[in-house]
């Protein structure tokens, strides 16, 4: 990075990386949510969740993410203010027809701007929400059924079992594909740029056009996501050598 003459864009290109960073820790938080949220409905004895589950991670997983980026930032702005409007008609039909001298109001915003920043990380934390899923089902399958029966037999609730055995013990089997999921979201946080985010991609592809400098600019780039990837890479290995020992 020291090498490379960017111009005087160093400054923007770091904020534009702090930017990135953030968009990928809360598109993280998110998909961890959904994701323990959809392997415990995937295994739960309910028929309606497991078929929630399998249809939220099908469609997710079958359709590309930056489709589902421009569906959510522009298809979802429309909608929600559609949906507003209508609920407004709708307010102010029922106060005219109990209160017929009643004027128009507002009660909800006509209108509602969708951030680039906000759109980004939903469609992130649900794409890989998906993925985290699956990577969840298979770490809790691979508990020892014995040590739940045993917590039950012991008289702990659902909700300490579940933080006091099953969480510990799945852990271990999650952390490979929590990681790979996190350096594959690491990565899927270029998309944003596409919607106008002025993420570290943007910042880096709008100084390569001013200066015509784009090998100068991308290099810059792809090493700064290498420091996040490295740095992602030696902290999941830490964390797996943790819960190994405390599971041997």
């Known amino acids: 990075m020291m090498m490379l003459d960017l111009q005087g864009y ?4 770091f904020y534009g990386a702090i930017l990135t960073l953030e968009v990928a820790l809360l598109s993280l938080l998110l998909a961890v949510v959904l994701g323990m949220l959809g392997a415990l409905a995937k295994i739960a004895p309910y028929r309606s969740t497991k078929i929630i589950a399998t249809l939220y ?8 993410d930056l489709v589902l980026m421009m569906l959510i930032f522009f298809g979802g702005q429309i909608l929600l203010n559609n949906t507003l409007y209508s609920t407004n008609e709708l307010i102010n039909e029922w106060m005219v027809y109990f209160i017929p001298s ?11 701007d969708i ?4 759109a ?3 469609t992130i934390g649900f794409i890989f929400g998906a993925y985290m899923a699956e990577t969840f089902r298979g770490a809790i399958l691979a508990v020892d059924i014995g040590e739940l029966e045993a917590a039950k037999a012991y008289g702990m609730s659902p909700f300490m079992s579940f933080r006091r055995i099953l969480l510990p013990q799945m852990m271990r089997h999650a952390l490979p594909g929590f990681g790979n999921n996190w350096l594959v979201l690491l990565k899927t946080t270029a998309l944003v740029s596409i919607i106008g985010l002025e993420d570290m991609v943007r910042v880096g592809n709008l100084a390569a056009g001013s200066t015509k400098m784009p090998f100068t600019f991308y290099m810059a780039i792809a090493i700064i996501f290498l420091v996040f990837s490295s740095v992602s890479s030696g902290l ?6 943790k819960f190994s020992i405390r599971t041997n």
Not at 10 to 13: H, V
Not at 102 to 112: G, I, K, N, S
Not at 236 to 241: D, P, V
């Open 10 to 13: 160093g400054e923007s290109l």
């Open 57 to 64: 991670t099908t469609v997710i997983r079958g359709i590309p």
């Open 102 to 112: 009643h004027e128009w109001a507002e009660y909800l915003p006509d209108y509602v």
């Open 115 to 118: 951030s680039p920043f906000s």
């Open 120 to 122: 980004g990380v939903v």
């Open 236 to 241: 999941f290995k830490l964390a797996e050598r």
